[in-house]
Each structure stands twice: as C-alpha cells, then as structure tokens.
C-alpha cells in the first residue's frame, strides 16, 4: 500500500491515485438522469469523486481539508465493507461544485492530504488501528459522523472490533471528551471494527486518542505482532 | 480463477463446478420444512443451486440463457458480499423445476455458459470492471434487475465504486439507453462497486457499454496496472 | 491459524488470545457514557470482550461453555462479514458480570475452548465448512440462535452459499430434527454461507451433523481440492 503517482492516464476526467487504492476523478457535467438516480443536490452538475478500497476514515478527513480549501460541498460519502480482505470499509466520497475547476482542486487537495490522514494507521496481518484528529472539523466530518463544525475532533477505530471495545473506554476514560457515536459490527456496513468519534477542547481530544493509540498498539501487537504506520504518525 | 472440472464428486447432487469458485447442485425433493424456510415457491419440489464465490453478474447472465434453454424458473437470487477479499459480491441462485431433470439441465447449461459470461469481467489488484450484454433478457435477469424481458439488457460494474461512477456517466452520455438502476456501496450488500443496469435498442445497449469498457480498462490500469479478461471477452 | 499464546501483553485487561485472531479483554468498570453508548444491561459495570476475524459459530459455542461455567451472562453478539478474505464471519460477543473476576473468568474459558470449538471447522482455498454440536445449550446460544435452552443443539455451516443449502436439507433428512432457523446471505451479514440451527434429542441432532459433514467435505473438495479441520474434529 504505497501512493502511486500515475501521470499516464490520458482521461480528461482522471485527477489521480494516491495510497490504499484510491482514485480521483471529476465529471463536469453529469448526465441529468443519473444525476437524479445518484441523488445528487440539482444545483451542482460537476462532481469530484474521491474513494479507495482500503479506508473510510482517512479519505473522510482528507475530503474535510479539500472542504476547507475549496469552493466545493460534500454531497454523499457512502462505505463499501471493504479494506481488501482486511476488517474495515472502502470510501466513496462525491464533492459536488458549480465549476468542474472547483470539483478538481478539491479531488486534488483531498488525494494529496491522505498520505496524511494514513498516519496514524497501523496495520499487521491480525487487524487494524485508525486514529484522527483535527482541531477544526469542517462539512465533511459533519456529514460523516455529525460532529460540531469549527469544534476539534477525534476519531479511533480498533478490528477486530473486540480490540476497539477496550480503546473507546480508554479514550473516554483518559479525557473530557463528548462522544458523538459509539459503532461497532452492527452499525457500521459489517466491518470488524469498534468505533469512537468525539469531539471537545483541542487538548482533550489528543489526549483520549493518544491514549487510546497506546493501549491499542499493546493489543494488536499481542494478537498479531508488530503493527506500524501505513505513512507517518501526525497526531 | 480458472475453470475447473470436476469429475470426481459421486454425489447424485452434485452436477460441476465453474469458474469463480462456482458449484452447481440438485436436490429432486426439497425436505417440506426446509423448503418452506427458504421461502420458495411450493409448486417445485425439485431445485437447481448455482452459486460461486466470485461474481454475481456473470452467474445471472449465465442462469437467464438457463431458463431460457429449459423447463424452470429462476426462484431465489441472494448476493454476498464476497468476491473472496475482492470488492464485489458472490452469488446464491436458485431455479424451481417440476422435474429434476429440469433442474438439473438448468445448473448444466448455467455451467457451461459461465465461461462466456465472465469474459468481460476485467480484474487486477485494485479492483474490477465487469460488462454484460443480451439482445433479450429473460426471467432471470427480471428477477435480478426488474429488466424487460425480450428486450435487449446490458451492465456494467466498476469497482472500487469511484471508477464505477465514472462508467455510469460514460455509458449513458454514449448512447440513448433507458437506466434502470443505479447501485452503488449503500444499496448493494455492501460492496465497492457502482452499478449501472440498463435496456433499449440492441445497437445503443452494446455501444453504452463499449464506451463504458474503454474508460474503465484505462481507469483501473491507472489505478493497479495492467488488468485482463478473466476468459474471453464477448461483447 | 494457529492457536497462540501471548504472554507479553503487559495491560491488566489482556486476557489472552487464541486461533483465528481471537482476542480476550476485559473491562473492570466500564465508562458509564460509553456503557449507555454500547446499549449494555444497568447491572453489569464489568465487562468481558471475546472476538475474532474468523469465525462465529466457534466463539458463541466456546461462549456458551463460558456462560455455564461462570457467573457471567451473554449480553452482546455482532456478527462482523470477516473471516480474513474468507465467505463467513467474524464475532464479537459481550459478557456481562457484577464482578470483574467473574468476566475474566469467562473469557478465560471460553479462549480455551476455542480449540475445541475449532474443530469441526473445515477450510480450503474455496469455502469452509462449520459444524457445531452441545448436548445441553446454555444462554449464548440461546441469545444467538433462539435455541431452546437444556436441549441438545446443533449448528451446521456451509460456504459458499450453494454447498449449504445441500448440507441443510441432508441434515433434516438424515434425522428428527427441529429447525430453529435457516439463514442464507440475504439474512446473514452477507456472508457467503447457508446455516441451520435446530435442536432435538441429542442422537438426532448429532446424527443429522455427521451426514452434513460427510456430504459436505465432498463438495467442498469437489470444488476447491482437500479441506481439513482447524484444530481436531470432535463431534
């Protein structure tokens, strides 16, 4: 699972790959009748579409910076189970956009920020870890997990969802935290995950992820052995 | 993936298998108490069971020229999420007969007929693209799709979803064909796949789905290398 | 798959992990926030957590021996689509307790028996096959599978889907049984697998497993060559 930069793909719709499988691509004019099956909101015809077969959660954070960044809305983030034979989702997240310029940037910024938000995932052949954090959550996020906008953050996930029983309490323990949902196998499209996603002060969210990246590290290690980051730590 | 024949199997049951981790089954008189959990039809007794790991498209292409070769109908069709760490769905297909020998021609010519129908299913390590056509839907695919019978049906699937997408668009800007669904990760079993099932006029359901089979060869060639036909295309 | 023990988890809610990376914690006091969250029964502030990537029926089954040996209840079960690439599930199961030893306890019990629990699991490259078999079942099973409690149960699995179905309807024809449910991908967590559980008079129940085993280890290594238990069969 490296970032691939692929410059041979002579579509004008192509935007770019980049790690876990994912792929950028915008239509600048979608055609009316699937516009109307996707759902889509009628007042954007361009659309930027930004999704991977590994991660949900690193592609939504990486979609909130885009957010920030540009002129653009995101219209639906749906979660394939997925992960390529892993415990998790995939992603497939639609910006929509007045101007197709604007679907781009915000593919564009949304691709380069995953090698990012892949950071704080740690992987090994037994599960998954999956920590974020942001000290501002913008639509993205909102949409995704219902979160405050301009509020800090923080988002964890330990598969198998028995591992994230034990991190959700270890972050709620470790700080003042308000937990927004608490999702395990049955609410979530049938990973084997167990997840958190919280917000509060900007120091107590670091801390309860902190903590919970801890103990977590401790557990999938014992079960699976030694679990490291997919790019580099930046919580 | 290759096809497999199995000659080895002495069960009265057991009538081959196919691509795709694809095995076919008879059962000439279905236990009454287990015929009504599965919720079939009471007036067949006998029961053809077609169903693989890999693929969904390719068997219900394969169980429509099924039903339209002998006396049966197609009575259940379930999808897992499957693909066997793949992104897309496997299949559980069940055809109703009077007669077990109906049944069992029914497996036979599904069979046989997978072959062809997984020839434009295009895979590599980042996903996979699948396009199917007939001039004339039958029962089968009615059951799957709400397709018209007796006109002619095509789908396409593009996994990860975010490719699928993309196709979709293609497809129905490239001809005048008539969508009638649009699947994507929150309306399937979960898979990372967008879906497009679509009718017309013959011309216009082949030319849709060649355009749609160009883009996608180049969009998961980006995305994972080189990707090919798992037998022979047909389209 | 392999059972191991791990010694080198220093965390005081590490209780230990076993074959199909199944883990075992513990939470002394769960947070009263996440508690209400998880939707957890009031009188139990202890918790057990028993999961793996593969596997279902085995953890309930081992779980059922940890209810009767305990004081602990069965307060969870989420069935995960897992299985590590594979058709079938994963697990998390929940115990609840007054005291913290007692849901140590439990999970001790039930990692131990994994092994057995194991047994009657059959893999290959193309699907597994599952089969399960008390004497007398307890509370998790019940809270599982709605199975009478005291009575003698069994359990039989079959993935992919097709191969089930036969194993079903060998099972109720091979003996009295009484079928508690059957579950094919459209009610399972979209796995790839048929399932029947039913109880009766324990020779019946162990009767009608023997010939779902016997027909079943045909078809599995019809279609994807010899399969063989995880552990020891020991039904």
Same mark, same amino acid.
């Given at each position: 699972?490296l970032?691939k ?6 579509l ?6 980049a790690?876990?499988? $994912? ?5 600048a ?15 954007? /015809?361009s659309?930027g ?7 949900a959660g690193? !592609?939504?954070m990486?979609?909130d910076?885009a957010?920030?960044? $540009?002129n653009?809305e ?5 979660l394939? /189970? ?6 998790? =989702?995939g992603?497939l ?5 007045e101007e ?13 920020d995953?090698?990012r938000?892949?950071?704080?995932v740690y992987?090994n052949?037994?599960? =998954?870890?999956e ?5 501002r ?11 405050p906008?301009?509020q800090?953050f923080?988002?964890?996930v ?5 591992i ?5 309490? $270890?972050?709620v323990?470790a700080?003042?935290?308000e ?7 049955s609410?979530?499209? =049938? $990973?084997?995950?167990s ?9 107590a969210?670091r !801390?309860?992820l ?7 590290? !401790? ?7 030694p679990?490291?980051?997919l790019? !580099?730590?930046?919580?």
């Open positions: 699972v970032e930069v692929t410059e041979n793909c002579k004008t719709e192509f935007v770019g790959t790690i876990g499988n $994912t792929i950028g691509l915008v239509i004019n979608v055609d009316s009748e699937l516009h109307e099956k996707m759902g889509l909101d009628k007042k954007y /015809r659309i579409i930004f999704g991977g077969r590994t991660g690193p !592609q939504i990486a979609a910076e957010v920030k960044a $540009t653009t995101v219209v639906a983030i749906e394939p /189970r997925d992960t390529e034979g892993g415990a998790g =989702h992603s997240i639609i910006f929509g956009a197709v310029s604007d679907a781009r940037r915000a593919v564009e910024v949304a691709l380069k995953l090698n938000t892949m950071g704080d992987v052949s037994a599960g =998954h870890l920590f974020q954090y942001t000290a959550a913008s639509y993205a996020i909102q949409k995704a997990f219902n979160a906008v301009g800090a923080g988002l964890l330990g598969a198998p969802a028995a994230g029983v034990l991190l959700c309490d $270890t972050a323990k700080a003042e935290i937990v927004i949902s608490y999702l395990s196998p609410t979530t499209s =049938h $990973t084997n995950e997840i958190l996603a919280f917000s509060g002060d900007s120091g969210v !801390q309860a902190i903590a919970a990246r801890e103990v977590g590290l !401790q557990l999938l290690s014992a079960l699976g052995g679990c490291k980051s790019t !580099q730590p930046y919580i």
